[in-house]
């Protein structure tokens, strides 16, 4: 009996493929046939058989429907590379980080349609910063859009107690926050999507959470600006200098929205000390750190800025720093981990996108399947996500 061919564009195979970011050689390990049939069929040679692009459709995670289409599909537009990377291999993605930002465009334009079909106002974005401001006066009023005082902020001290709180207060402020599950913090720490209505901030669920809440306020900061951005925060390496201008200036609002100017200088460790005393203890950076919820490189490098240290104790104690999140975590005991799977769909969609789906399934708009594939889970799971995001 004769193979069933799928009557597919070429051109749309090829997207397919490059829009995943998979080379000729992992499609078709996918595909389980040599590269050379990928190639031949991305140019019109050959058609692959309905098996064979129910398996590709499968590792590009797009509809078999896709590849019927009349043409080649709007995707996202690649987005600003602040990362610290040699020119070649600027703006080349993993295929798991571009199904990461793809998924994070779409959940943005999923809870745009719902929140129209259950007739509610999308959260207008309106908070703005210009490059030209002083990055302490812009850190003061995120702050100020935030409803934050020192008073909650102290009472933080637990580095996942604290990334929480202000993820919370981001989500508030009109912005979708994601963690992003699948990649290496060395390919990214974050991004952000930088739109009017409902914008999106994406961190690194691999990240520790005092570096998640760092990357929060940096790409806050990028969203004040209008500037969507794929970056890594950190601010060696090589870029252009737009690009190196704002990554430092995002770096700086962060660090001053987390430890503002005039509350770090009045703190009893701090005046204790002379003006420009250039080493700290560790045990001096650990209690800053605790008080604001933050690293104890967030800290130092606040006193980088404000003149109370040196560049070179800076330079040194950071490395320490950097030897120290590259140790391998300790592996779990076999047995003692068990997955909550509705704990990580409120922890990776966030609290907004969360309820944008509930309340639409709650005003029958939604079935109670789509509600549920719309957030990873099983139907039976989402009264335990109702309870969580009530809580």
Not at 217 to 229: D, I, N, V
Not at 288 to 298: F, N, P
Not at 315 to 344: I, Q, T, V
Request: net charge positive; glycine share 4%; aromatic share 8%.
């Amino acid at each position: 009996m004769a193979l069933v061919r799928a009557k597919v564009k070429p051109e749309l195979l090829k997207w397919g493929r490059a829009s995943a970011g998979f080379t000729l050689a992992e499609a078709a390990a996918k595909a389980a046939v040599p590269p050379e049939q990928v190639a031949a069929w991305e140019a019109g040679k050959n058609r692959p058989t309905m098996n064979q692009l129910h398996k590709l459709a499968k590792a590009y995670r797009r509809p078999i429907s896709v590849f019927y289409l009349s043409h080649v599909p709007r995707d996202f537009e690649p987005m600003h590379d602040f990362r610290r990377l040699p020119g070649e291999v600027a703006l080349v993605y993993s295929s798991a980080l571009r199904l990461e930002i793809r998924a994070a465009y779409q959940r943005r334009q999923l809870a745009l349609s719902l929140l129209e079909e259950i007739e509610q106002e999308s959260p207008d974005f309106a908070w703005q910063a210009s490059i030209e401001e002083d990055p302490e006066i812009v850190a003061a009023r995120v702050r100020e859009i935030l409803h934050l005082t020192y008073g909650d902020q102290v009472q933080w001290r637990e580095e996942r107690t604290a990334y929480n709180a202000w993820r919370r207060k981001i989500e508030a402020a009109g912005a979708l926050v994601f963690q992003a599950v699948s990649i290496a913090t060395e390919e990214m720490r974050g991004f952000s999507i930088a739109e009017r209505i409902l914008p999106v901030i994406a961190v690194n669920a691999k990240d520790q959470p005092n570096g998640r809440t760092f990357t929060l306020l940096h790409e806050f900061a990028h969203l004040m600006l209008r500037e969507s951005g794929l970056c890594d925060l950190d601010e060696t390496g090589l870029r252009s200098d737009q690009e190196q201008r704002f990554e430092v200036y995002c770096n700086h609002v962060a660090g001053a929205a987390l430890v503002p100017r005039d509350l770090l200088l009045r703190e009893k460790i701090v005046t204790s000390k002379k003006q420009h005393h250039s080493e700290w203890g560790d045990d001096e950076l650990l209690a800053l750190s605790r008080q604001y919820g933050v690293s104890r490189e967030v800290v130092l490098r606040r006193l980088l800025i404000l003149g109370r240290t040196t560049a070179e104790f800076y330079a040194a104690k950071r490395r320490e720093f950097l030897a120290h999140y590259r140790r391998p975590e300790r592996a779990r005991a076999p047995g003692g981990f068990r997955r909550n799977l509705p704990r990580e769909a409120v922890s990776n969609y966030g609290r907004t996108f969360t309820q944008i789906v509930l309340a639409t399934y709650q005003q029958d708009r939604i079935a109670l399947s789509d509600a549920a594939q719309y957030l990873g889970v099983r139907a039976r799971q989402l009264p335990a996500i109702e309870e969580m995001v009530r809580a």
